[in-house]
């Protein structure tokens, strides 16, 4: 399945902030960025890269699948752990290079255990070596639930 | 200013996701992905993009400074516009490689006269050409408000 059957070529930036035609503009190494926020409470659950297979399956499916730069694979999030995305809504940014999915999270968005990948705070204001702070707890033992890896 | 007198390099994956430090994990291009979030409502607001000057300046600053790829420059959001983002809060997620500001968004973020550059709806489980749905109104005239270019 070729990116060029799956979606058109994105046009000019009128077309693409103004169009109402989906034309992602994949970047260099054929990717869209992806931030998935809890459908409910409007949480940042991850970021993640989806390539044009995974952004048509996702949209043909209601399930989020993405793209993993790091394994070079097309994989559905939860088809290791069960901690899959139902799409509620996604949406698409005015440059159509970035997608946004409201998602319905089964189980935790993070492989570290966590509901959120963003468990860390960084402080503002301060001067020299920046020390983070840590806000959510872990809500499974990754070791129990990744047999393989995600 | 050099990269690495900003912030020390990225250490092995136990390091990154249960370490205190920050130590980012920058692309190829020497970039993170940041998303903005309104620090009140939780929606999502834009995805761009920060390389180690961006980041350093908004951890210092508590104001949005962003990296253009189109343009090859650092920029303060709201420089042109005056549509700043003062930092609420910074995350940093899991693999250091994406940071999430919710921020206090003067006047609209998208440089197309919304509020959210996720204005546009991806209708799920259709098959075909996707026609998008508009979700949100303009707020202001990009064309008064920009005379340059943000």
Redesign the interface.
Known sequence: MSDKALF?PPGAAADL??????TPKFDADGLV?C?A?DAR????L??AHMNAEALAKT????QAWYYSRSRATLWRKGETSGHSQR?V??????DQD???IKVEQTGGA???G?RS???????????G???????DERMFDPKVVYRGQE
Chains 1, 2 share one sequence.
């Open positions: 058109a902030e103004e169009g109402s035609a989906l960025t931030v926020t409470s409007g949480e940042v991850m970021v949209i043909a499916t209601g799409i809504e996604m949406r698409i940014d005015c970035a997608v946004l993070c492989h570290t966590r990948c963003f468990y860390r705070a960084v402080p503002i204001g301060k001067a070596a920046v020390t983070l702070e840590f806000r």
